[in-house]
């Protein structure tokens, strides 16, 4: 069963950055695509950068020149920087990984919170 587990979350200010981490038990390049997801209180589960296996990352609008995917093979760990964060950005984040088997077949992290409050 494929793992992901995740961490850097927290509280941070207006205007400051944090970076996550999701280690998944499996090498990055053993999925067809990887990327990040969020959820904010009462509101649905929404794309933040989601990148194939051999493509460039694709962002959310709302995030843009902010958040920045990094896939390091070496640590096998996918990175999600986010700069210049907003109170908008307070949600649950979720590390998500594909494969293509017969069909999508999706595996999720257990969510890490990120506030962003003053």
């Given at each position: ?17 944090l ?25 649905q ?14 962002y959310?609008d ?8 990094v ?8 990175f999600?920087q ?10 649950v ?26």
């Amino acid at each position: 069963q494929v793992q992901l587990v995740e961490s850097g979350g927290g509280l941070v200010q207006p205007g400051g950055s944090l970076r996550l981490s999701c280690v998944p038990s499996e090498s990055v390049f053993s999925f067809t695509t990887m990327g990040w997801y969020r959820q904010a209180p009462g509101k649905q589960r929404e794309l933040v950068v989601t990148k194939a296996r051999y493509g460039s990352p694709r962002y959310a609008d709302s995030v843009k020149g902010r958040f920045t995917l990094v896939r390091d093979h070496v640590n096998n760990t996918l990175f999600l920087q986010m700069n210049s964060l907003v109170p908008e950005d307070t949600a649950v984040y979720y590390c998500n990984a594909q494969r293509e088997l017969s069909g999508t077949v999706d595996y999720w992290g257990q969510g890490t919170q990120v506030t962003v409050s003053s």
